[in-house]
């Protein structure tokens, strides 16, 4: 039988029965029959009883069950990564905000509450399941990390009389660091821990996302 502890680790136990873990859910024989090897939302309170030890595929679709069925019904607040403004209101569900950014819920579901920056939309966005305090997105601004393995656009610009300046007007500069690398001839390391920092390097300013000039 498996369950989702509190602090979201997978936790197995083992019976010598279908009657020992009726008794132990406090329901009858037959809805343990209704239920074994088979993935009925929700289980049995969170419970789900099998017959059989889950490989390492079986333990993902689990956690992703139960953490889908936490969240799903979870608001959905979404940050631009570059600003931590908010993005649109607050989604009142995954799904109207894997709708919104034309992507599967699964996405959100693996980004949520995560810290990592990640593209959605053609966007940078932070996703979180509460609405962020001034003093979190303070820090958050200091911190923000990028997903992995994710081909980022790169936008660069240059100050000009203290306004930014587009290099390639409304256009990424680059559809990603490593053409931006060759391009520019610096390394992709550079222009990783330049990106979104709003800090400038020989001139430049670079953002995974164009920034908003009036």
């Keep these: 039988m498996y369950v989702i502890d509190g602090d979201g680790s997978i936790v197995k136990t083992i019976h010598k029965s279908k009657g020992a873990v009726a008794k132990l859910l406090n329901v009858q024989d037959r809805i343990i029959t209704n239920h074994i090897d088979k993935w009925i939302k929700g289980g049995i309170n969170g419970h789900y009883i ?3 030890e889950l490989d390492t595929i079986e333990l993902e679709k689990f956690l992703e069950i139960s953490r889908l069925r936490k969240f799903n019904n979870n608001r959905v607040w979404a940050y631009n990564a570059s600003t931590l403004e908010l993005i649109s209101d607050s989604f009142s569900s995954m799904q109207k905000a894997a709708d919104y950014f034309k992507v599967d819920y ?4 693996n980004h949520l509450d995560t810290d990592l920056a990640t593209l959605k939309g053609g966007k940078s966005v932070l996703l979180f399941s509460n609405e962020l305090s001034k003093p979190e997105k303070y820090l958050l601004l200091n911190n923000i990390k990028k997903a992995v393995n994710e081909t980022v656009s790169v936008w660069v610009y240059k100050s000009v ?7 390639n007007y409304n256009k990424p500069t680059f ?23 709003h800090k400038e390097y020989k001139g430049l300013y670079f953002y995974s996302v164009a920034l908003e000039i009036n």
Excluded: Q
Excluded at 106 to 109: A, E, G, N, Q
Excluded at 161 to 167: D, G, R
Excluded at 189 to 195: A, C, D, F, N
């Design 106 to 109: 699964r996405s959100i579901l």
């Design 50 to 52: 099998f017959s059989y």
């Design 175 to 197: 559809s990603s660091k490593l053409e931006a690398t060759k391009e520019l001839k610096m390394s992709a390391k550079t222009i990783s821990r330049y990106l979104d920092t």
């Design 161 to 167: 009389n203290n306004k930014f300046i587009l290099l």
